[in-house]
């Protein structure tokens, strides 16, 4: 598939077909993929729970599912996933890997970092599987762990305490899904997002010929 149609097809697929499980070399393409993704320094302070028995999976909606009368209708369809990888950020290796000769920051100060990177990169490489899904014919969403089913996750699965997982990641073939509700909400135009040069100019000011008058410029 283009790339570029892989961007397009892209989107949060919410029910799948539960009878057709992921096969194993798709699996490995989806993590190996997952470690193509940029990290600070090269870190790399990531790691990935992949859960593919129907006792790995009912374990994880039992410990990360939110509390009886929370809005979970999109659950229900969620739990047909066969497979759920969770992408998990460890902020010590990039506090270690700045402390190294060639960068230096000695006394690993987190307020050295003004972006946690060790959840930015881990976020990117759960979209190189998202779009990874997509690339293989299948469906993909991601979605988070309510904080407060933090501690049931990881003593679920005997996460250790570095590891913070940044969210959840349901793969499978892709069965009749309702659209997001969400949508109707349409996306963002280029025209209001992008800025130019400086936040003040729109985009079409700021493709106006020098000289041209200019509301933005005050002229």
Known sequence: MEFADVVRRRRMVRRYDPDRPVPAEV????????TRAPSAGFAQG?????????????????????QAGARTRW?????TAPLIIVPLSDKSAYLDRYAEADKGWTDRDEARWAVPYWHVDTGM???????????????????GIPPQ?????REAFGVPAAYAPVGAVSVGYRAADHRSA???????SLDEVVHRGTWG???????????AHNVADGG
């Open 27 to 34: 699996v490995q393409r989806l993590l190996s993929h997952a």
């Open 46 to 66: 990531w790691a990935f729970l992949v859960l593919e028995t129907a006792d790995e999976r009912e374990r994880f909606w039992t410990a990360a599912s939110p």
């Open 75 to 79: 659950l229900h369809n969620m739990r």
């Open 125 to 143: 490489a759960a979209l190189l599987m998202l779009l990874t899904a997509v690339d293989e014919g299948l469906g993909a969403c991601f979605f």
């Open 149 to 153: 089913r933090l501690d049931a996750f």
């Open 182 to 188: 969400s949508l109707a909400r349409g996306r963002r």
């Open 201 to 211: 100019a729109t985009v079409e000011a700021a493709r106006a010929p020098v000289g």
